[in-house]
Every structure is written in structure tokens, then in C-alpha cells.
């Protein structure tokens, strides 16, 4: 894939997911059957950019990897999903990021154990700028800090569309809300940073800070939705969900991906829900992740309206 033709670059961290659904979350006495598992992998730029691909979207990665068996299975996830690794880094004699995620089946209430990990994340000078300047999109985590400061401002300059993921460092925020024209943070991190009420009018006062739309993720309530024109909260689609890891991930790649085709914010919303919930029947955050035709079909289904 050459570099002029992405869509979008992704910057951030990536994982070697291992996820087993179990009927009840294990207590420290007694054991607990595992009812199915898979590996995958995950992180959350590098999910969007997976979910953006699968949709039709030309996508990279910038991030970086150890040289052991979870860094050779990070890499050709990327490419099963034909997500460019041109940029993706490989550090010799570090150990990649590696999760392991219980899913409790009855309520879909999940648990996140890290492994130890000795990677270092990118430095500024690792960017690829060029290939940043020339991509439509660059899709950042708040994770890797002073690096995707760096590239959201090199990407700002060139007239690239920043899409921020957030689900921590506050501290970074203010800096880097300037350079930024869509910001998706989760509900959790929204509340814990602003408060937990009037989240829709919180969310148009960081407008001024620089984005020119805020989507608040709420899970199954949905998300709110501020844009220049016009603020509103969308329920999420009703679907029979085996396990949400990754729904997140998986909605900010569908929402850049609608971004692409340059629709409204409500149309980029709907579009975006819709991908999530498809991704939510099946374990993992990216083996149920839909193609466009399937999403279509869905929303053609489920919300005529969409597309007003």
C-alpha cells in the first residue's frame, strides 16, 4: 500500500487481545468453566483503524511492537485486515502489550488483566510526517502523549482531519484540543474529567477549545452528539450482544469512516452506532466487526431515517 493513498493513519498503542466469555466472573475459591476464547488483536487507534479498513477505507499505523510471538501476531492482524504496517515499529528484546479479557456471559460485564510490557512508546521524531500530511484522516489515542501532540500539530498544519480517542491523560488535553476537529472520548472518562451531569452542555463549551464536534460514548445509552449546527442524544441499536469489548474502538473507525464520505454529524452518528452494535454479537473486538454493505443493510432496517 502506498503511502499516498491512506485514508487514514492511526497513531497509538497495540495489543495481543486473548478473550474468554465464562458464565460467571471467577471468585478466588472454586474454578469457572471457559464457555469460548479468542485471540485478537486490539488497542484502541489500532481497532479503528481495522474497523475503518473493513468498511473500505485505505488505512496505517504508526505504533510499535516487540519481537516475540505477540508482536508477529499484532503485525498480521494488521494485514489480515489490510491495515498498512509500513509504520509500525518493531523494538528488539521488548515484550508487546498483551490483555487478557473475561467476559462474563449472563451480563456481558467485563475484566481487563495487563501483562507486563517493556515497550516504549514512539518518540516525535519516529513519525512518519510526510505520510501524515498526505492521509485525509490521523485517528490518535491519548496514550502515546507528547507524540500525538506532535503529529495532531503536523497534521493541523497540513490540513489532515484529527480524530481524538480519549480515555485518559486529562493533563494532555488542553494542549492538544487546539489541533483537534473530532473529539470522541468515552462516557467514563467525560465524567470523571467534567462531572458526572450536564454532559451535553459541557461538551459544547470544550467546543471552543478547538473541536468542531464532540461525541460522548455511552455504551447501550447510546452517545451525545454537539456539532456547530445542532446537539442531540442517539439511543444506541438494540441487538443481542455476546461481548462489547472493542465497541468503542470499533465506532470511532466507523465514525472516521463516515467522515471520509463527508456526512453530517447526525448521519457520521447513526453510521457509527450501527457498526458498534454489529461488532457487539460476536466475541472479540474485531472478528464481528461488519463490512459497508452489511451496515447499510442494517441501518436500512433499523433507522430509515439515517440518512436525513
Known amino acids: 500500500m502506498n503511502r499516498e493513498n491512506l485514508d487514514i493513519l492511526s497513531v497509538g498503542i497495540c495489543t495481543d487481545d486473548h478473550i474468554a466469555v465464562i458464565p460467571r466472573m471467577p471468585s478466588f475459591e472454586g474454578h469457572t468453566k471457559m464457555i469460548q476464547s479468542s485471540q485478537q488483536g486490539g488497542g484502541p487507534a489500532a481497532t479503528a483503524a481495522v474497523a475503518a479498513s473493513k468498511l473500505g477505507a485505505q488505512t496505517g499505523f504508526v505504533g510499535r511492537v516487540g519481537d516475540d510471538r505477540s508482536?508477529?501476531?499484532?503485525?498480521?492482524?494488521?494485514?489480515?485486515?489490510?491495515?498498512?504496517?509500513?509504520?509500525?515499529?518493531?523494538?528488539?528484546?521488548?515484550?508487546?502489550?498483551?490483555?487478557?479479557?473475561?467476559?462474563?456471559?449472563?451480563?456481558?460485564?467485563?475484566?481487563?488483566?495487563?501483562?507486563?510490557?517493556?515497550?516504549?512508546?514512539?518518540?516525535?521524531?519516529d513519525l512518519p510526517l510526510e505520510a501524515i500530511a498526505a492521509a485525509k484522516i490521523l485517528f490518535i489515542d491519548s496514550y502515546a502523549g507528547e507524540t500525538v501532540l506532535a503529529a495532531a500539530k503536523r497534521a493541523s498544519n497540513s490540513g489532515t482531519e484529527v480524530i481524538l480517542d480519549c480515555e485518559g491523560n486529562p493533563d494532555l488535553l488542553p494542549r492538544l484540543l487546539p489541533y483537534v476537529d473530532v473529539f470522541i472520548p468515552s462516557g467514563a472518562f467525560f465524567k470523571k474529567w467534567q462531572g458526572e451531569d450536564k454532559i451535553m452542555e459541557k461538551a459544547q463549551n470544550l467546543r471552543e477549545r478547538g473541536p468542531e464536534q464532540i461525541v460522548v460514548t455511552l455504551g447501550e445509552r447510546g452517545c451525545i452528539c454537539v456539532g456547530a449546527k445542532e446537539s442531540f442524544s442517539l439511543p444506541a441499536f438494540p441487538v443481542s450482544v455476546v461481548d462489547t469489548t472493542g465497541c468503542g474502538d470499533v465506532f470511532h473507525g466507523g465514525y472516521a469512516f463516515a467522515r471520509l464520505q463527508g456526512w453530517s454529524l447526525r448521519r457520521s452518528a447513526?453510521?457509527?452506532?450501527?457498526?458498534?452494535?454489529?461488532?457487539?454479537?460476536k466475541i472479540g473486538g474485531r472478528e464481528g466487526i461488519p463490512d459497508l454493505e452489511e451496515t447499510l443493510e442494517f441501518l436500512e432496517e433499523r433507522a430509515s431515517g439515517w440518512k436525513d
Not at 79 to 90: A, D, H, I, M
Not at 270 to 281: E, G, N
Open 71 to 125: 508482536g508477529e501476531f499484532i503485525a498480521a492482524d494488521f494485514e489480515r485486515y489490510g491495515v498498512s504496517t509500513e509504520y509500525l515499529q518493531l523494538q528488539k528484546g521488548r515484550k508487546s502489550r498483551k490483555v487478557f479479557v473475561l467476559v462474563e456471559e449472563s451480563s456481558g460485564e467485563r475484566a481487563f488483566i495487563d501483562s507486563e510490557s517493556s515497550l516504549q512508546p514512539p518518540e516525535p521524531e
Open 270 to 281: 447513526y453510521f457509527a452506532s450501527a457498526v458498534a452494535a454489529l461488532k457487539a454479537r
